[in-house]
Structures are given as C-alpha cells and as structure tokens.
C-alpha cells in the first residue's frame, strides 16, 4: 500500500535549520507530486510547497520563499524539506503528502495519503 | 489568499443522528471550465495526520463510508454525516485548492 514514512522528532534552537525526511513506498516514486505541510498546536494545516519528484522542480509558498528547500532523491525514493532561520512560531508537526493525482494530470493540491508527521520545537 | 471559515467550531451530535458542518470561502473557488469546486474536505482523529474524505465539493475519496456527502457550490459548502457513528469523532477541515491552498480552521465532532 501507498506509505509515507517521515523522520523522527527534532528540537532546534532560534536561528538553527532543520532538514525532515520522508520516504515514500507502494508506488513509483516519480510519478506523483509530494507536498509539505506543518500545522501548529490547535490549528488548521499550513501549505509550505510542492517538489516534482521527477523533474526536482518546486513550487513553495509566498510565506516560506527564501526560507524553505524541498529536494527528492530518486534512488532512495526519498524527499526533504529543510527549513531555515527557525524562529519559536515554527513550532508545529510537519507532514509531507502525496498530491492525489499522478503528475500526468493537472497538479490537483488535495493531499492523499499523508505521512505520520515530524514533530518540530524551537525553544531556546 | 482565499479564507476559509468554518461553522460551528465544535459541534456534539447523538449516536445515529446526523451532523452538518459548513465551510465559506471568502472568494468563488468555482473553476468555470470544469464546472468543479475546488474543495476538499478530511477528517482528523487525535494524535493522526488527515484524511482525505471528498473531494470537488461532492466526490467521496474511494473506501470512505456513504453516510459522509458534501454539497455547495461557489462559495458556501457543507459536510454532512448521515448517522454518526462513534467512530466519527474528529475534527474536519475543508481546503479549497483554487489558488495557494488553505484550510478552515477546523470543526470538532463529539457524541453528544
């Protein structure tokens, strides 16, 4: 079946960067978009970006622009998300997500499966 | 960016009974085109990621049960749960994908 397994928890200083895994299974890798999304304690999810697996291409978020790198790594079938220069409001569970639709269509931004989630704190 | 605001905030419904939970969107999110809405609805159970449950405002996502069905168009939607079951306590988003993507800020689902 279609999994996404993310890396494990991180705790970061003010200023520090954070790089977050998530390896993708039960598919081809290249043929779907993967997505990024962090959602603070208590709220709705954030969109950050988008990498084609394939082609390495990336869209990010107005927001996160000059701040966040999204990578994939076709043999390991993996992608990254690094976001830099963290501040405390970067606290929040990160998750990547499968675009539901193969990237021979439109990109559809719905977001189907997700991975478990990357818990991330900044605290000084 | 398109806002997205949910009602109510939390709701508590009996065992069996139908719950509603609607969904604004501070623009049309509307593709002319295609005729289709560009929202999406997920459910979320605590300590899980989301959900995908329907997506274009009315198109169940495959496996999920029929007593859950959206509606609405344009800017107003509504997720309706048929019977609820306990096993639909959760909170649920809507995300609209017509420009950046958003979500509501969610709506808490309890049995009453």
């Known amino acids: 079946q279609v999994q996404l397994v993310q890396s494990g928890p991180e705790v970061k200083k003010p200023g520090a960067s954070v790089k977050v895994s998530c390896k993708a299974s039960?598919?081809?890798?290249?043929?779907?978009?993967i997505h990024w999304l962090r959602q603070a304690p208590g709220q709705g999810p954030e969109w950050m970006g988008v990498?084609?697996?394939?082609?390495?291409?990336?869209t990010y978020a107005p927001k996160f622009q000059g701040r966040v790198t999204m990578t994939g790594d076709t043999f390991t079938s993996t992608v990254y998300m690094e976001l830099s220069s963290l501040r405390s409001e970067d606290t929040a569970v990160y998750y990547c997500?499968?675009?539901?639709?193969?990237?021979?269509?439109?990109?559809?931004?719905?977001?189907?499966?997700w991975g478990q989630g990357t818990v991330v704190s900044v605290t000084s | 960016d398109i806002v997205m605001t949910q009602s109510p905030d939390s709701l508590a419904v009996s065992l069996g009974e139908r719950a509603t939970i609607h969904c604004k969107s501070s623009?049309?999110?509307?593709?002319?085109?295609?005729?289709?809405?560009?929202l999406t609805w997920y459910q979320q159970k605590p300590g899980l990621p989301p959900k995908l449950l329907i997506y274009?405002?009315?198109t169940r996502e495959s496996g999920v049960p029929d007593r859950f069905s959206g509606s609405g168009s344009g800017t107003d939607f509504t997720l309706t749960i048929s019977s609820l079951q306990a096993e639909d306590v959760a909170v649920y988003y809507c995300?609209?994908?017509?420009?950046?993507?958003?979500f509501g800020q969610g709506t808490r689902l309890e049995i009453k």
């Open positions: 995300q609209q994908s017509y420009t950046t993507p958003t």
């Open positions: 623009q049309r999110v509307l593709y002319t085109s295609t005729n289709k809405n560009s």
């Open positions: 274009w405002a009315s």
């Open positions: 039960g598919y081809t890798f290249t043929t779907y978009f």
């Open positions: 990498i084609n697996p394939s082609a390495g291409t990336t």
């Open positions: 997500a499968r675009d539901r639709v193969s990237s021979s269509t439109a990109l559809s931004y719905e977001f189907d499966p």
